[in-house]
T-cell receptor
Framework: AQTVTQSQPEMSVQEAETVTLSCTYDTSENNYYLFWYKQPPSRQMILVIRQEAYKQQNATENRFSVNFQKAAKSFSLKISDSQLGDTAMYFCALTTQGGSEKLVFGKGMKLTVNP | GAVVSQHPSWVICKSGTSVKIECRSLDFQATTMFWYRQFPKQSLMLMATSNEGSKATYEQGVEKDKFLINHASLTLSTLTVTSAHPEDSSFYIC??????????????FGPGTRLTVT
């Protein structure tokens, strides 16, 4: 069984600063994919970034980057130059290749960006 | 691209009645769709996996007869909450996988449906 753990329920950061959201996971599969989703107050789930486990290079998407530590089963998200629009719930998620294709979500973390 | 719609966005129904929620992939074909339930300030809870042309696979603890799922085409899945009760009030979200994206394993999410049962 797969599990995803987000141990920080809530964080706040000042606008323009950098913040890191932590996520650990557990799976016995070798081929899997990790995601960070954002859910703003509108409640629309938005994909922030994805990482294939077989890729050693950390994924980046503009101001968003990940620190993927496969051996430690850690997948943290770094948001640089935080903006007010980054205020949202952030969910870490895992899916494995093949099988049921289900996404396993962490409990989420509420990020507030203050002006 | 990769847009998923849900209808209605908000529905209020009386206890004992049934309500149907539609999930459509607008610009891609989805052999697999997923239905989630989300309570306030909580994570998404997977209810069932919907496969086109076959029966849905329900998660443990989800009542199949209460939450009827139909995935009759490659672009439409429906969730019917039968004999709704106030405890069924929640936010329901669907997602879909593009059949041609293969190894991306990405799910595209609909905007959600707020169900209130009075």
């Amino acid at each position: 069984a797969q599990t995803v753990t987000q141990s920080q329920p809530e964080m706040s950061v000042q606008e323009a600063e950098t913040v890191t959201l932590s996520c650990t996971y557990d799976t016995s599969e070798n081929n899997y994919y990790l995601f960070w989703y954002k859910q703003p107050p509108s409640r629309q789930m938005i994909l922030v970034i994805r990482q294939e486990a077989y890729k050693q290079q950390n994924a980046t998407e503009n101001r968003f980057s990940v620190n993927f530590q496969k051996a430690a089963k850690s997948f943290s998200l770094k948001i640089s130059d935080s903006q007010l629009g980054d205020t949202a719930m952030y969910f870490c998620a895992l899916t494995t290749q093949g099988g049921s294709e289900k996404l396993v979500f962490g409990k989420g973390m509420k990020l507030t960006v203050n002006p | 691209g990769a847009v998923v719609s849900q209808h209605p966005s908000w529905v209020i129904c009386k206890s004992g009645t049934s309500v149907k929620i539609e999930c459509r992939s607008l610009d891609f074909q989805a052999t697999t769709m997923f239905w989630y339930r989300q309570f306030p300030k909580q994570s998404l809870m997977l209810m069932a996996t919907s496969n086109e042309g076959s029966k849905a696979t329900y998660e443990q603890g989800v009542e199949k007869d209460k939450f009827l799922i139909n995935h009759a085409s490659l672009t439409l899945s429906t969730l019917t909450v039968t004999s709704a009760h106030p405890e069924d009030s929640s936010f329901y979200i669907c997602s879909a996988r593009d059949r041609w994206e293969g190894l991306r394993y990405e799910q595209y999410f609909g905007p959600g449906t707020r169900l209130t049962v009075t």
